[in-house]
């Protein structure tokens, strides 16, 4: 039977389990990514572990989400992370060089490499066919420490591309399509692998684009196989020697099998409020627009940009939409600038930005009351661009930019009658500028690791109880994502080294009161219903609930790296056995775990809970590992003491 590409790539990084689906596999990773939301925390976590270097072959730290400077504390974890990254080891990409996932396709990923991300959009890399994924912070530092990641073995589902785009159809179209056969849950548990001969009418940007929001399927990764036009961006990179052809055997098989005619798409776009509520523009159009937005880690590319230039050449918008430009990177903006897309953008009317996550994360660009926002992004869950009843939509810059033109929701085949459609070509060579990354090199060993008062160190945590005596503080519903559990934005993103301060505004947008509530109990207990804490991979949505007394936490279904973050963190995932019991538990009853420690040690999968004076049984589906972390009140408690046992 011929192996899938996924399981090629598994089975040659493969260090622990088999790959049978649901089984934990422990694999090697070859490189890791940090941005600097997340990584402030990891680097901290990494230096707990007390090496001298990172591990891996190539370790890269980013800073693209928190730039916006309002007073010392984003600058003064800056410095943190340039001075600690050139004391262990990891190359340093500077705040206005790029969003993450841009760069590292650009400067650094490779075909058949494993990368492990402190940010759920690492499977990006599948644009250059890397096997990526996101994780929790701490997962990462791991990986950074040399250590294997460990993680459920994933079905492989199997999509098979046939056609050819149509004009004014493009990448962003495809995944959308997906995410309205699968929502924001279908694919948890899933590898979707693209195959097929199709794939070879896609670029590896329209690759990356894929792979990034197959995130937002709840897909674990996604995978590409490395051919002509991988080899092709990798020369234009000046980066040609690394690449190599994979894919997968002419007889693969896959867990799951789905097909996409590409010539029969057409365009999508995902309305208020999330990824998977998708619809045909034509459905929508005629919806008055105020602001567009092309930027991101996703649809922020040279082809992307440059489309949109050439659709407004001799142009300018519509005079009541506000239209903004990020650039994915500093290379982008380059090339771009390079071969004259600049100044069609400046001429039609274009808010041109730095380079990094912006309005995308909420960090500004916030719409006004009641506006409607089109955005390439790949995320659009509530309130996340920082405005109360914000009304987002997703969709890609051809859409984008024909609402910008037309100040409404344009199917933009309709532009076709007056404006040809763009294609832009791969550049031969890009203009690679690498002048602002400082690259790792043994002598940086000797640099002084620069912390300001903004870096506080991380809390300590106590062991699991015997018994768990907790109150319910809170019960959500369904698909609450990361941002409901820990806000971003230009006020709470800067304290994401500061877990005391940051902890205050834990469940902040569903329950103003719940960190002071906290502060009433001994222990608390969250209540959630399916795909719970979907979306970011930020572990201080592990992090900060635990440090204000939550120990467990009862759903009817976990998002992945969630549920890891939590078991990272001390907090026991249990999930309903009966999903009707959900309906049975309300807020403030008292919730006893008789003797959790012991049921937890003894691998006990059945964990009944006393709720009032009524008993139910949850399940509790974790490593051997993860129970260890449980117990030991965190994985970093549970690390440490075992290398100093070592
Ligand atoms: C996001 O898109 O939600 C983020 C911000 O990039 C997060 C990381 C974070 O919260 O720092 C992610 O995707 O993991
Ligand atoms: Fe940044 Fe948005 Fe991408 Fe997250 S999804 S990495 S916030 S651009």
Known sequence: MGKNLTHKILESHLVEGKLVPGEEIGIRIDQTLLQDATGTMAMLEFEALGLDRVKTQCSVQYVDHNI??????????????????????????????????????????????????????????????????????????????????YFPCPRVLGVKLTGKLPEWVSAKDIILEMLRRYDVKGCIGKVVEYYGPGVSTLTATDRLTIGNMGTELGATSTVF???????????????????????????????????????????????????????????????????VII????????????????????RHIHRDVFFHVNPGSRQVLENVAFQGGLMPLLMAGARLHESGCL??????????????????????????????????????????????IKGEITDPRDLGEQIEYPTIPEPEKYIVDTSSIIFASPSCGDTEIIRGPNIKPLPAMDPLPDTLEAVVLLKVGDNISTDAIIPAGAEILPLRSNIDALSQYA???????????????????????????????????????????????????????????????????????????????????????????????RGDTEIPVHVGDREILTLLDVSDRQREYLLAGGALNYVRENLTAS
């Open 68 to 149: 916006l400077q309002s007073d010392n504390k984003n600058a003064d974890d800056h410095r943190y992370l340039q001075t600690a990254s050139m004391h262990f080891g990891i190359h340093f990409s500077p705040p206005g060089n790029g969003i993450c996932h841009q760069v590292h396709f650009e400067r650094f990923g490779e075909p058949g490499k494993t990368l492990l991300g402190a940010d759920s959009h690492t499977p990006s890399g599948a644009g250059v066919s890397m096997f990526a994924m996101g994780a929790g912070g701490l997962d990462v530092a791991l990986a950074m420490a040399g250590r294997p990641y």
């Open 295 to 314: 930027g991101s880690c996703v649809n922020s590319s040279f082809r992307d940009l440059m489309a949109v230039a050439k659709v407004l050449e001799g």
């Open 507 to 601: 469940y902040c947008r569903i329950d103003d009161d719940f960190s002071s509530k906290c502060r009433e109990v001994n222990a608390a207990v969250v209540v959630g219903g399916e795909n719970y804490g979907q979306g970011s991979s930020r572990e201080h949505a592990a992090l900060a609930p635990r440090h204000l007394g939550v120990r467990a936490k009862i759903v009817r279904s976990f998002a992945r790296i969630h549920k890891a973050n939590l078991c990272n963190f001390g907090i026991v995932p249990l999930v309903f056995k009966n999903p009707e019991d959900y309906n049975h538990i309300t807020e403030g009853a008292p919730v006893r775990l008789e003797g959790i420690r012991e049921r937890i040690a």
């Open 359 to 404: 309005g995308c994360i909420g960090m500004g660009q916030a719409p006004g009351t009641n506006q409607v926002s089109l955005r390439t992004f790949p995320r659009n869950f509530p309130g996340r661009s920082g405005t109360k009843e914000d009304r987002i939509y997703l969709c890609s810059p051809e859409t984008a930019v024909a609402a910008a």
């Open 225 to 291: 196989p490395s051919d002509e036009n991988t080899r092709r961006f990798l020369e234009a990179q000046g980066r040609g020697d690394c690449w190599v052809e994979l894919a997968p055997d002419p007889d693969a098989t896959y867990d799951e099998y789905d097909e996409i005619d590409l010539s029969s798409l057409e365009p999508l776009i995902a309305c208020p409020s999330s990824p998977g509520n998708v619809k045909p523009v034509r459905e929508v159009a005629g919806t008055k627009v105020d602001q």
